[in-house]
């Protein structure tokens, strides 16, 4: 079993910057691609960022291009995601999701297979 575990979130005023993470364990956990959904009260699940984990690849959404970074450390299994320039509309839990299947690069949710719990983050003006 795949196990995700997110951390970092918290509150923070417009402008400022959080380092989320996500540390992946289990038994023969091997991920093709990791990624970072966000999800707003009211409103479905939205893709963030993605990253493949052999090549590093990374894939943004129009929203979070230029103020989000995503990276990994393999030997730790673990991947982050800097939000940078944080805005009010950035409210929302975030979710890290992982893939293990070969493909094209995941940034819909029905992707992936392995969810973590998710962290808040909040964006207050």
């Known amino acids: 079993q795949v196990q995700l575990v997110e951390s970092g979130g918290g509150l923070v005023q417009a402008g400022g910057s959080l380092r989320l993470s996500c540390a992946a364990s289990g038994r023969t956990f091997s991920a093709y691609a990791m990624g970072w959904f966000r999800q707003a009260p009211g409103k479905e699940r939205e893709f963030v960022a993605v990253i493949t984990w052999g090549r590093g690849e990374t894939i943004y959404a129009d929203s979070v291009k230029g103020r989000f970074t995503i990276s990994r450390d393999n030997a730790k299994n673990t991947m982050y995601l800097q939000l940078n320039s944080l805005k009010t509309e950035d409210t929302a839990v975030y979710y890290c999701?992982?893939?293990?299947?070969?493909?094209?690069?995941?940034?819909?949710?029905?992707?992936?297979?392995?969810w973590g719990q998710g962290t808040q983050v909040a964006v207050s003006s």
């Open positions: 999701a992982a893939r293990s299947s070969f493909g094209v690069i995941p940034t819909t949710a029905r992707q992936y297979a392995y």
